[in-house]
């Protein structure tokens, strides 16, 4: 059993930036796929990135060129670097691995 655990969501003003944690409690150095999705009110679940290894990434198109997906084997833990943040990026974000779910954290971007 993995666990997943996101951090680094909140508050966050239009153009600015934050950055997502997902810390896995096992080893990630498996893994082959990491996946960001998020869900804003009243909306679908989407996908956001791909992490597919050995530097391969792709974005869906309203993030890409402002989003940035990462990972640290050595620390168990995969990063979404996010940056020129809209007020459309305003959801909850998910990460995803091996088949698990991270429990969702809030990222809000308004004046």
């Known amino acids: 059993q993995v666990q997943l655990v996101e951090s680094g969501g909140g508050l966050a003003q239009p153009g600015g930036s934050l950055r997502l944690s997902c810390a896995a409690s096992?080893?990630?150095?498996?893994?082959?796929?990491v996946d960001w999705y998020r869900q804003a009110p009243g909306k679908q679940r989407e996908w956001v990135a791909v992490?597919?290894?050995?530097?391969?990434?792709s974005y869906t198109d309203s993030v890409e060129g402002r989003f940035t997906i990462s990972r640290d084997n050595a620390k168990n833990t995969a990063y979404l670097q996010m940056d020129n943040l809209k007020p459309e990026d305003t959801a909850v974000y998910y990460c995803?691995?091996?088949?698990?779910w991270g429990q969702g954290i809030q990222v809000t971007v308004s004046t």
């Open positions: 992490d597919a290894g050995s530097g391969s990434t």
């Open positions: 995803t691995m091996a088949g698990y």
């Open positions: 096992g080893s990630i150095s498996s893994v082959s796929v």
